[in-house]
């Protein structure tokens, strides 16, 4: 297990530093002064000339990319050019917006896509699998933002059930502390709490679902072809001719086996996830990264640009160092293969 982790740990810093390096490029890459796009401070300012001596600015390349680092892991993310904020501190309520919209929207998909998976897997080739599959292929095929309108239209305005911009209503006053909005009503002092929570719900309610309807079609049909390919396996028919009823069968030997080979596409599930976020986001106005980064690009924010492009790429690849350590950890038949070891 050492080894195994070893070896993914060193992958994901040569990761980091790739990406890092990439990062670093971009501010030579963006149209005007590069001091300017890793600072956010203008060349007609009284702190540009200290600033270009903090960053390097009259030194080589080396020297400035180990400014930039030592700026980088210190926080220092530069200031915005549009408001003049601190681009960091921006950077994480908008990150922690995204991630509660993510990680309620992967709960959904894995709670209805992994039950239905093993569902038209029982069923196989009958009505009932024939009907999953064929709604899991229009869902997948329904782009995200068409989606969005359709059921806003319904949902929001046909019906009136929903709220369609924002995560709650500013008549609550609730103060924006860590960017989730369920976790700063917690935190709030308001004497609506309860309503307060309610609200932010309704706000949260159809973000989710439209993001949680491809991912979901994905793991449906990822499990109900592993269960399936299981329930053909020689050690389930061996279970059947011992005398295990289907349900035993497929809750001992089936649904854990097909569950490892799904795990290992939770990373591409993640990955599409965040990429979707950045449409519903930009859709209900979501303050998330999504959001965050389109608009940056429209106001030609280059130094939340970075930021942004630096914080999606970097969620992506800590999800998928997670989701390896976990792997081979519930799984040492991962790491016997790679290494031939225990």
Not at 7 to 14: A, D, E, M, Q
Not at 272 to 299: A, Y
């Amino acid at each position: 297990m050492t080894r195994y982790l070893l070896g993914r740990l060193s992958v994901f810093i040569i990761a980091v530093f790739l990406l890092t390096l990439f990062s670093f490029s971009l501010n030579y890459l963006f149209p005007g002064d590069p001091i300017t796009n890793m600072s956010g401070i203008r060349s007609f300012q009284s702190s540009y000339p200290l600033m270009a001596e903090l960053r390097g600015g009259d030194q080589n390349l080396g020297i400035q990319y180990l400014s930039y680092l030592q700026h980088l892991f210190a926080g220092d993310w530069g200031l915005s050019l549009s408001n003049g904020t601190p681009v960091f501190a921006d950077g994480i309520q908008h990150f922690m917006a995204s991630i509660e919209l993510i990680l309620m929207a992967l709960l959904v998909a894995v709670l209805f896509g992994l039950p239905l998976g093993v569902f038209a897997a029982s069923r196989f080739r009958q009505r009932s699998d024939q009907t999953v599959i064929s709604l899991a292929m229009v869902g997948y095929s329904i782009p995200v933002f068409w989606l969005a309108q359709l059921l806003i239209l319904l949902f929001a305005i046909k019906l009136g059930w929903f709220p369609i911009t924002g995560q709650i209503n500013p008549l609550y006053g609730v103060e924006p502390k860590t960017g989730s909005i369920l976790i700063d009503v917690f935190l709030s002092d308001s004497d609506y709490k309860a309503a307060a929570l309610q609200d932010a719900l309704n706000h949260i309610v159809l973000p989710v679902i439209i993001l949680a309807i491809m991912p979901m079609m994905l793991l449906l049909r990822l499990m109900r072809n592993a269960t399936q390919e299981m329930l053909q396996k020689p050690f389930v028919k061996a279970a059947r001719a011992r005398g295990l009823n289907e349900f035993r069968v497929l809750v001992k030997h089936a649904i854990p086996n097909a569950v490892q080979s799904v795990l290992q596409q939770t990373t591409l599930i993640f990955s599409l996830l965040l990429t979707n976020s950045i449409v519903v986001e930009s859709i209900f106005n979501w303050p998330g990264m999504g959001n965050w980064l389109i608009r940056s690009i429209f106001e030609r924010d280059y130094p939340i640009i970075q930021a942004a492009v630096l914080m999606f790429a970097f969620v992506i690849l800590f999800f998928n160092l997670l989701v390896e350590l976990y792997h081979g950890w519930r799984f040492p038949i991962v790491r016997h293969e790679q290494y031939a070891t225990r």
